[in-house]
């Protein structure tokens, strides 16, 4: 059974920064892809970033520049730097990814975390 952990939403003024993590647990055999998606109050969720085992990150063009998605293989962790915050940017954040177990391959969603920018 694999999980996935979320933390390091809150609340912070426009131009802050925060830190989101986000922890896979469980019996894994590997990880392909890791990423963020937000979902805004009356909104779809969209795609923020996503990163790969190897290779380069991929952006949503709303977050370019100000979030850096990255990833800590031996911990199976997944992080999202977020510097510059905009009010839009509000919502509340998910992780995935892409797990190998010894028996399946499936995409993992952790729980969400909320953050909240204001103006």
């Known amino acids: 059974h694999v999980q996935l952990q979320a933390s390091g939403g809150g609340l912070v003024q426009a131009g802050g920064s925060l830190r989101l993590s986000c922890a896979a647990s469980?019996?894994?055999?590997?990880?392909?892809?890791m990423g963020w998606y937000r979902q805004a109050p009356g909104k779809q969720r969209e795609l923020v970033a996503t990163?790969?085992?190897?290779?380069?990150?991929n952006y949503a063009d709303s977050v370019k520049g100000r979030f850096t998605i990255s990833r800590d293989n031996a911990k199976n962790t997944v992080y999202l730097q977020m510097n510059s915050l905009k009010p839009e940017d509000t919502g509340v954040y998910y992780c995935n990814a892409d797990v190998r177990t010894w028996s399946i391959r499936n995409t993992y969603w952790g729980q969400g975390t909320l953050v909240t920018v204001s103006s």
């Open positions: 469980g019996t894994i055999y590997s990880i392909n892809f």
């Open positions: 990163i790969p085992t190897g290779g380069s990150a």
